[in-house]
């Protein structure tokens, strides 16, 4: 059986009874084993829980029963969503082994699709950072050259994806952390508007920012994925009530006849920061729009782009360093027994946290301490404002935003990790997007020409609760550029040659 199978493949093969859930079950894990070791992509490997759930997918297709939209697909979540059958470690020694007593609202809605969860993946501590070497347990590989980071934070969400363990995966987009991954790993990764997607069980990094999304292969999984997790959820407070159309029909009806797609003129002047392999896949994936109907204009985000990261990089590590005040040594995961409570939290928290999250921790209690309150965060709020203004603005006169995901493909690793300010600005296109609220994806739409060919991402940006326009727009360049692939084994350790 081909492993290679997209989830819309996987579900219509079962139902067809050609392969069963827990063959499909099988044939992922093995491909863990055989390739993990080299790509570090997964933290835990539910195979007791993963394979009592293909059981059951096959037993309802035994019945003659609707085994549901994902049925036998497996899925791996990022390792900051709740999951009872594995610890949800956030990539850090602080949570090693804490597992947690309930599942997250995403995780209760893939498995009453019918998913059929393999495990969790690896990522930057607690999602902060862009090339998953924060993890207290190890950098993950990039699939398409192993001596390159994936990406991040959600890396080892893009890597299973890449390098064909599992059709679909979820990951968390704070600042772009499905987005950026999935641009250095050559496949299809989207944030959805803020609120779409419910975040109860997602441990918090920045309440204001925080989005669950999916990566995927074609467009059609990603709207069957979002499909299924994009849900009302009483449970969180900012999920929003409004109905959720099912999204595989933007994907059939696909068009950009008539469309406007915007590129930004600010990206004249950012030349110098771009690689000439992103500023031309740019190019040539306006060029199948133009081809495909499509008008495009121009619009302008100056503050966005200027304002955007200092703007992030004041309010993410404010939320931060709130949100993650409870890991203390008292109620979660590690704790160092100390005479006192203070030198309990003083001890805990040091050696529970690695370098960049108390970077972030330190940041964001600093721009929160009175003195500097307003003339950090208040006033990176009031800028936050005007970035939405901008974008409502630039919204008025096109329908999808397009944009570099990042500004170079994958780097090397070790390459930017003691230097968190250029780290800081592989996500300059695509923090601008959490801080207004809005959806985007990120689609692969070539490869630069090395000798170990790398993937290179474009951004598409839509107004709030415009997944549909963005699908239908994926799923029109998919004709030209085809699905995304899987990186040639060969090119990992492990793989083809062993
Ligand atoms: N790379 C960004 C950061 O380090 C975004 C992270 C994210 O989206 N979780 O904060």
Known sequence: MDRMLSADEIVRGLLAKEFSAAEVFRSSLERVRRMDPALSAML?????????????????????????????????????????????????RMLER????????????????????????????????????????????????????????????????????????????TGGSIRQPASYCGVYGMKPTYGLVSRRGLVAFASSLDQIGPFARTAADLARMLSV?????????????????EYGAAVASASLKGRKIAVVRELAGMKASLSPDVEGTLARVLDLCRREGAEIVEVSLPRSLEFGLPCYYILAPAEASSNLARF???????????????????????????????????????????????????????????????????????????????????????????????????????????????????????????????????QLIAPQWGEEGLLSAAAVLERHLGPASVAPMAAVKGGDGR
């Open 328 to 458: 203390d040594g008292v109620r979660y995961g590690f704790s160092r027994k100390e005479r006192t409570l203070k030198a309990l939290y003083e001890r805990t928290r040091g050696e529970g946290f690695g370098p960049e999250v108390k970077r972030r921790i330190l940041t964001g209690t600093y721009v929160l301490s009175s003195g500097y309150y307003d003339a950090y965060y208040l006033t990176a709020q009031k800028v936050r404002q005007l970035m939405k203004e901008e974008f409502r603005k630039a919204f008025a006169s096109c329908d999808l935003i397009a944009l570099p995901t990042a500004p170079t493909p994958a780097f090397r690793k070790g390459e930017l990790v003691d230097d968190p300010i250029q780290m800081y600005l592989a996500d300059i296109f695509t923090l601008p997007v959490n801080l207004a609220g809005l959806p985007a994806l990120s689609l692969n739409g070539g490869f630069t020409a090395d000798a170990r060919p790398l993937p290179v991402g474009v």
């Open 98 to 173: 804490w597992t947690p007593p309930y599942d997250a609202a995403v995780v209760t809605a893939l498995e009453g699709a019918g998913a059929v969860i393999l495990g969790k993946t690896n990522m930057d501590e607690f999602a902060m950072g862009g090339s998953t070497e924060y993890s207290a347990f190890g950098p993950a590989s990039n699939p398409w050259d192993p001596d390159r980071v994936p990406g991040g934070s959600s890396g080892g969400s893009a890597v299973a994806v890449a390098a064909g363990y599992v059709p679909v995966a979820l990951g968390s987009d």
């Open 229 to 245: 997790i994009a849900a009302p959820d009483p449970g969180d407070g900012t999920s929003s009530r409004r109905a959720r159309p």
């Open 44 to 92: 835990s490997v539910t195979e007791e829980a993963g394979m009592a759930a293909a059981r059951a997918v096959d037993e309802c297709v035994a019945r003659g029963e609707d085994p549901g939209p994902l049925a036998g697909v497996p899925v791996v979540l990022k390792d900051n969503m709740c999951y009872r059958a594995a610890p949800t470690t956030c990539g850090s």
